[in-house]
């Protein structure tokens, strides 16, 4: 099973897609804190209003990918995981336009485990899983 293909007709795969998108969201929640630290210390000597303002997207974007994080971890968390899929695209998006190269391939590498994540958010909320589809594997 690849990354970006992942088997979404069992339990067992979706709730390791779901799985994976939280994993995914909490490295770039992780990714937001180094980032933080770095511009923290760049912008240590200024202290004016308009610099700190600088802050205030970086933290709301570090909780919404942390919440959305452990939602996914936990097999739910369709709605977190879609908003933090699209904050995600549109950092993809500005990172884009500025052809920022590294942060193009981080952040799209992020969006598809997200977006695979939501989907087997997707998929565990749909249910109907046929457990003898998969007991018939190892007859």
């Known amino acids: 099973m690849a990354f970006w293909n992942t088997d979404l007709t069992t339990e067992d795969g979706a709730l390791g897609a779901a799985q994976t998108g939280g994993f995914a969201c ?81 952040n799209g590498v992020l969006l598809v485990g997200i977006v695979n994540g939501v989907r087997g958010a997707w998929a565990l909320r749909r249910g109907g899983f046929d457990t003898e589809e998969v007991a018939a594997v190892f007859e």
């Open 26 to 106: 909490l490295l770039g929640a992780a990714l937001g804190v180094f980032g933080l630290l770095f511009a923290t210390g760049l912008l240590a000597e200024a202290r004016s209003a308009v610099s700190l303002l600088f802050f205030v997207p970086v933290l709301v974007e570090i909780a919404l990918l942390s919440i959305a994080g452990f939602r996914l971890r936990a097999g739910k968390g369709l709605v977190w995981g879609s908003v933090a899929a699209l904050v995600i695209l549109l950092e993809l998006l500005l990172k884009l336009a500025g052809l920022n190269i590294v942060g193009i391939v981080i």
